[in-house]
């Protein structure tokens, strides 16, 4: 159902892009939406800030534009790890922690002028991990932790403690795991 056949107005399409990702349920690329709509990206990033400014749940991860429904992220299970690692092992922690059935909520680092800079990851599975480090090289975007010596948190979810304690030891095994705060 593509849009650039006819001209919509500004809240028209916002409404729309609302819909879109209320009902995709997986993420969408602001070029996606771009291209569909006959706009360009930065009329996608402020529709998508103006949505969010009304309270809409949409987080922007590395994937594209999602909206948390509660329910679907609701894991009854989280703590926050530290780990410190060069960028290179990136993707050999991520797939630790989604082969234990682990989601990676976020990554943390401590800036010292801006202080915690987060970013919304949401990498459950290792399809995830490989779209995340493949968008990373494809834009020569440097890790977070390149900020601070290797030195990050992540909030970890899971459905049970079991997975969460397994994959911290696996972390701690590979030496990646600095300490847990959980």
């Known amino acids: 159902m593509s849009q650039s056949s006819k001209k919509m107005k500004a809240s028209e399409r916002r409404e729309y892009i609302l819909s879109l990702l209320k009902h995709r349920g997986a993420p969408i690329t602001g070029s996606s939406l771009a291209e569909e709509m006959n706009v360009t990206r930065q009329v996608i990033v402020g529709d998508v800030s103006l949505l969010k400014a009304k309270n809409e749940p949409i987080v922007a991860t590395s994937q ?34 989604v082969d234990h059935g682990v989601h990676v909520q976020d990554v943390v680092v401590e800036h010292p002028v801006y202080g915690d800079l987060v970013a919304r990851l949401r990498i459950s599975n290792r399809r995830d991990v490989k779209k995340f480090i493949e968008k990373v090289r494809s834009t020569n975007a440097p890790f977070l932790l390149e900020l601070t010596g290797g030195i990050h948190t992540h909030t970890i979810a899971a459905e049970n403690e079991e997975a969460l304690d397994e994959a911290e030891m696996a972390l701690k095994d590979a030496g990646i795991l600095m300490r847990s705060n959980g």
Do not use: P, W
Not at 67 to 91: F, N, P, W
């Open 64 to 97: 594209g534009y999602m909206y948390m429904s509660d329910a679907k992220e609701d894991l009854s299970y989280q703590r926050t790890i530290v780990c410190q690692h060069e960028g290179k092992d990136t993707e050999e922690e991520l797939n630790i922690l």
